[in-house]
């Protein structure tokens, strides 16, 4: 249990479906991010919400639409993605504080969603 | 650029110690995190180095050099269950958290 909640754990969609992720922490962070994991290569953040405002988007498509209704809920809305868009996507959370050197604003990952375009 | 480069893998016997490095080049400097990555799984954060220095944790230390850009990770009394992907990532300027692209870490018995 990571304190980061993650649904649905796996997804299989068409190119012409649209889907959506769902992310809850339960951890009290004002911070929420979204990250794309593909085979060997790096994490890649693709979204940043900081108390509720969308602070980073990292040249993400269009076809990947996030939504932050509150600082403990995130979703990731997917329309007409790509085969190349199947990957892990994991959703992340932190306590954003001025005093970063005390924790480094630590950020903890759910389990992830494995997204499979067909 | 920004640049986190680490080993793709290594192999390592049960009991034994191991260090896996990590070089930087990021904009500006603002803390080093060490996670570890079962397959399927999450990434649990391991450690986190601001200032230069070893810091301990059980049977986990991690060590910074900011003026190198060098970080490592050395795992004592190896287990079975430390087999897992390792990934080192940098807080840079932006705040942004950098990733390499992980270390997965084989123990044998």
């Known amino acids: 249990e990571t304190g980061v909640t993650q649904t649905p754990r796996h997804l299989v969609m068409g190119m012409t479906n649209k889907k959506s992720l769902k992310c809850e922490q339960h951890?009290?962070?004002?911070?929420m991010y979204w990250y794309k994991q593909s085979a060997k290569k790096p994490l890649e953040l693709m979204f940043v919400y900081n108390f509720k405002e969308q602070t980073e988007n990292n040249s993400v498509p269009s076809r990947f639409s996030p939504e932050c209704p509150n600082s403990s809920h995130l979703f990731l809305h997917l329309h007409t993605l790509q085969p190349e868009d199947s990957a892990l996507y994991l959703c992340a959370s932190s306590q954003v504080s001025q005093w970063v050197q005390d924790s480094g604003n630590t950020i903890y990952f759910g389990e992830g969603s494995w997204l499979t375009v067909v | 650029g920004q640049n986190i480069d680490q080993p793709t893998e290594m192999t390592a016997t049960e009991g034994a110690i191991v260090q896996i490095n990590c070089t930087y080049q990021t904009s500006g400097f603002n803390g080093l995190f060490w996670y570890q990555q079962h397959a399927g799984e999450a990434p649990t954060f391991l450690s986190y180095n601001v200032l230069d220095g070893l810091e301990e944790k059980g049977r986990f230390s991690s060590f910074l050099s900011r003026s190198k850009g060098y970080s490592y990770l050395l795992l004592k009394e190896l287990q079975m269950k430390d087999s897992a992907s390792y990934l080192c990532?940098?807080?840079?300027?932006?705040?942004?958290?950098?990733f390499g692209t992980g270390t997965r870490l084989q123990v044998f018995p």
């Open positions: 951890l009290g962070h004002n911070a």
């Open positions: 990532a940098v807080r840079g300027n932006t705040d942004k958290l950098i």
